[in-house]
């Protein structure tokens, strides 16, 4: 039996195991995912969050400095999506399509939680240990097979399925009935093309939905319309052209003043939309491969007189929502909401390489009234970027990000943040509440970047319950990041930085607790830590807390914090809005698609 386990459990490693490769469209790069995660370690950290979920003690600590210590409430710590979801899969409260995969992930998790740690002391021929395996194992068997056979049911009587979505759709097409062809080699852009034009016609009347059955469908740039839904089924794969001719320039934004990487203009998004109003881009976890290779060797070549694409973009509109999809190796940054508001992102898979730069995962950049949950994301750059525009183009134009919220999220990002703000936020950053946030292996956790010249302001940010594993600073802040749009920037535009709090947090194998520089003259103000433990590496830096034009307090934070946050937090703990956003009260309907068998 356990011979016959061991295939699935292997397939499921890939998501957070020692070394990952992506599946990868774009022949002939093949790109390594690197995580430096040990399996002994992996396992442990596996048992621990397994634990926290179930709100089971966590185990007890060893003189192993990487354990964590178990002083903070296992109960806060946020979980990794993966076993949210498994556990949804056996309560049955997910949506049905995604249950076979989750099943298989509950069997991951449940071996792992049963697996004997390294270091065990007894051997597997401990009759009452192998007892439990067989007895997990079978019950997990079970579980997985009633979950799979729920799963399938759907396709297999009626071909429908079922979809959480902002509003469904009166009418619905598929792409193949405007001439798509899923060979993987045919272009679809005019099929993507056409099919939208006419659905837009059905924009007053319900709405309607463009289906991407099964099959490979490559294609260049496309954009969409209002009061409509693409849906990008599970087996379906978009593919992004490769040809710089399927890719329409379009102008900079106006925030930015040019194109972020090159002045010339920017190509035009995969997926784009502009000035719409209720749009879903959904899927049972279908795909949209970015094909970025090609992208990122012109790049590195300096190639490139213009700016790479996203993957999504969605600009200057109002209802949005990007939800169950797998997003794979984006040219640049993979989704980009601009100078738009009510916005939901959840249930994304984002993979890239993490040693490509600028291929962020998510950036909400002059936004409001945001929610963005769910999402594991493997990235080059930062997992989530906010942002709102750059020196003075965004001081100009003024459009803050406000009203964000972000949870449970998983982030693998060796050399950035989890959760960057900044270092574009000319425009403002503000009302930004962070939650349940896993990261390994990443450079630190939600990270300010700013500089002298960047203006604008980012306040009232509120992050609670982080488990960090492999971190080589918990705490980030700069002052003095250096990147301008260009030399026309005002030096005596100065950002204010200010009430930024962090409470609940536990580290494990960190290099150094905080690395914190404001501005001189400019000091970020107000900034709180409450609960915090971190676990320091084998080879910790000398100086665990480097502060320096930062002024606030903490409580209860070990290693002891530096001397500008030493005085005590008022009522014990740092803040945390007990409000709720509106885009958090935003209910999603049960919508249905109809997709043909295959
Ligand atoms: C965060 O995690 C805790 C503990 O698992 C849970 O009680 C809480 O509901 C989670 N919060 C969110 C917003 O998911
Ligand atoms: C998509 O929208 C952009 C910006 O409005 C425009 O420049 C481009 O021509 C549009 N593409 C198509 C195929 O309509
Ligand atoms: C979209 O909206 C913006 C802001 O209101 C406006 O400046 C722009 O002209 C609009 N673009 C189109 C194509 O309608
Ligand atoms: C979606 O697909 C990706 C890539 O195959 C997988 O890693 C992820 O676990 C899937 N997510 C869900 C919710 O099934
Ligand atoms: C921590 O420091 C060690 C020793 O310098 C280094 O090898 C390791 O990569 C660092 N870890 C991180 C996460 O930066
Ligand atoms: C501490 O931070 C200051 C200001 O950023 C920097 O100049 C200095 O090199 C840092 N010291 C160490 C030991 O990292």
Redesign the pocket.
């Known amino acids: 039996m356990e011979a016959t386990l061991l295939p699935l459990v292997t397939s499921e490693v890939v998501l957070i195991s020692t070394k990952t490769t992506l599946p990868i469209e774009d022949k002939p790069t093949q790109v390594k995912v690197v995580d430096?995660l040990t399996a002994k370690y992996a396992a442990k950290r596996t048992i621990m969050l397994a634990a926290a979920t179930n709100g089971s003690a966590l185990p007890p600590s060893t003189s192993d400095p990487t354990s964590i210590e178990p002083t903070v409430d296992s109960s806060s710590l946020g979980s990794h999506p993966m076993i949210t979801r498994a556990k949804a899969s056996i309560f049955k409260t997910h949506h049905p399509a995604n249950i076979g995969i989750l099943g298989s992930s509950g069997l991951f998790y449940a071996l792992l939680a049963f697996t004997k740690p390294k270091g065990f002391k007894s051997t597997t021929k401990n009759p009452t240990w192998v007892t439990l395996v067989r007895i997990s194992a079978v019950i997990v068997l079970a579980l997985v097979s009633i979950a799979t056979v729920d799963a399938m049911n759907p396709r297999l009587s009626s071909n429908t399925l079922k979809f959480q979505a902002i509003n469904c759709r009166k009418h619905s097409a598929l792409l193949t009935e405007f001439g798509g062809v899923g060979d993987g080699v045919t272009s679809n852009t005019n099929a993507f093309r056409k099919a939208i034009e006419h659905l837009s016609t059905l924009a007053a009347d319900g709405g309607a939905q463009l289906i991407v059955p099964p099959g490979k469908w490559l294609t260049g740039s496309f954009n969409l319309t209002s009061h409509f839904t693409l849906f990008i089924d599970k087996e379906a794969k978009i593919l992004a052209s490769q040809k710089e001719s399927e890719w329409p320039l379009v102008e900079v934004l106006p925030s930015y003043g040019r194109g972020r990487e090159a002045p010339g203009g920017r190509y035009n998004s995969l997926i784009f939309g502009t000035n719409l109003t209720d749009v879903v881009i959904t899927g049972n976890n279908g795909t949209i491969h970015g094909q970025g290779s090609s992208w990122w060797e012109k790049f590195k070549k300096g190639e490139l007189k213009v700016t790479r694409p996203h993957v999504i973009e969605i600009m200057y509109s109002d209802q949005i929502q990007i939800s169950d999809l797998t997003l794979i190796n984006s040219p640049f940054w993979c989704v980009h909401p601009i100078y738009s508001r009510n916005v939901i992102i959840q249930g994304l898979t984002i993979l890239a390489p993490v040693t490509v730069p600028n291929t962020d995962g998510i950036n909400p950049d002059s936004c409001s009234n945001i929610r963005i949950e769910d999402c594991y994301i493997v990235s080059g750059d930062d997992c989530i970027a906010i942002k709102s525009g750059w020196d003075q183009y965004g001081i100009k134009f003024g459009m803050p990000t406000e009203d964000l919220v972000i949870r449970r999220l998983t982030c693998i990002s060796?050399d950035s943040a989890g959760i960057a703000l900044g270092s574009e936020m000319s425009g403002g950053i503000r009302n930004v509440r962070i939650e349940n946030v896993t990261a390994i292996?990443t450079?630190s956790a939600v990270r300010i970047k700013t500089a002298r010249g960047r203006g604008g302001f980012v306040k009232d940010i509120f992050v609670r319950r982080m488990f960090l594993s492999?971190?080589?600073y918990v705490f980030w802040m700069t002052g003095d990041y250096k990147s301008h749009a260009d030399d026309k920037f005002d030096p005596s535009a100065l950002p204010v930085i200010k009430n930024i709090n962090y409470r609940d947090v536990v580290a494990e194998?960190v290099?150094m607790s905080a690395n914190l520089a404001g501005i001189s003259g400019d000091p970020f103000t107000d900034i709180c830590m409450s609960n915090v433990k971190i676990g320091l590496?084998k080879?910790p830096k000398k100086l665990q807390w480097n502060c320096t034009d930062v002024e606030g307090f903490s409580s209860d934070v070990d290693p002891p914090p530096c001397a500008p946050l030493a005085k005590a937090v008022k009522n014990g703990g740092c803040d945390f809005p007990e409000d709720k956003l509106p885009i958090e009260n935003v209910e999603l309907k049960s919508c249905s698609v109809e997709i043909p068998a295959f």
Do not use: A, V, W, Y
């Open positions: 430096h060796p292996n450079q492999t971190m080589k194998n290099n590496s080879k």
